[in-house]
């Protein structure tokens, strides 16, 4: 089966400027994941969606990010505007039954 | 504060040398536990997980992890790694269907 995709794989911007980043789980995946990976750290949850609706949004900084799921199928997160500590590696994640999660590649962005 | 931990950081071994990668954890109840690895350039893959039963768990490649219970540990384990392990490892813990992940473990096998 198709595995989760995510893109773009890279992307470097300039402070104060805004990216989006795409994510299409695997199909018939219900539960779908946003994570930032910071080097040298592990990933941390951003968001967790149930379909299209928002499970769990409490790690998400939404004076700046901002992710939606509108059809429950893929997703996109945004940051408006950047910050150089947003450089990150942006992991997208979807889980048939919210137990074990399948991975994308992710996004690495830059910020500089 | 509730977290995962990985001790060791950096690993360096040479091919057929044992393994032995530490994970502990401070949530008390039932949890769920996962090895997750990550390969130069690639996206993160389970390695092995636990739920309940056996505690001796058996994942890809020749890998196992045991859970302990009493020391809040999940640690990785392989009798004789290969160049291809090198890798990150990663553990979590599923806790209220989230994955809290520790910090990761580079692990760099030289022929």
């Known amino acids: 089966e198709a595995g989760v995709a995510q893109s773009p794989r890279y992307k470097i911007i300039e402070k104060r400027q805004s990216v989006a980043f795409w994510c299409n789980p695997i199909?018939?995946?219900?539960?779908l994941y946003w994570y930032q990976q910071i080097l040298g750290q592990g990933p941390k949850l951003l968001i967790q969606f149930q379909n299209n609706g928002v499970v769990d949004d409490s790690q998400l900084p939404k004076d700046r990010f901002s992710a939606e799921r509108l059809k429950g199928v893929d997703s996109t997160l945004k940051i408006q505007p950047a910050k150089l500590e947003d450089s990150a590696v942006y992991l997208c994640?979807?889980?048939?039954?919210?137990?074990?999660?399948?991975f994308g590649a992710g996004t690495r962005l830059s910020v500089l | 504060a509730q977290s995962v931990s990985q001790h060791n950081h950096h690993v360096i071994l040479s091919e057929a040398a044992s393994l032995e990668l530490g994970c502990n954890y401070s949530?008390?109840?039932?949890?769920?536990l996962f090895w997750y690895v990550q390969y130069p350039g690639q996206h993160l893959q389970l390695l092995l997980k636990y739920f309940s039963g056996d505690p001796l768990v058996k994942g890809i490649k020749g890998f196992e992890a045991e859970f302990i219970k009493s020391k809040f540990s999940f640690n990785l384990r392989k009798p004789s790694v290969q160049w291809s392990d090198t890798a990150e490892y990663f553990c979590?813990?599923?806790?209220?269907?989230?994955?809290?992940f520790g910090t990761g473990t580079r692990l760099q096998v030289f022929p």
């Open positions: 979590a813990v599923n806790r209220a269907d989230k994955l809290i």
């Open positions: 199909s018939g995946h219900a539960t």
């Open positions: 949530y008390g109840g039932t949890v769920n």
């Open positions: 994640a979807s889980s048939p039954n919210r137990n074990i999660q399948y």
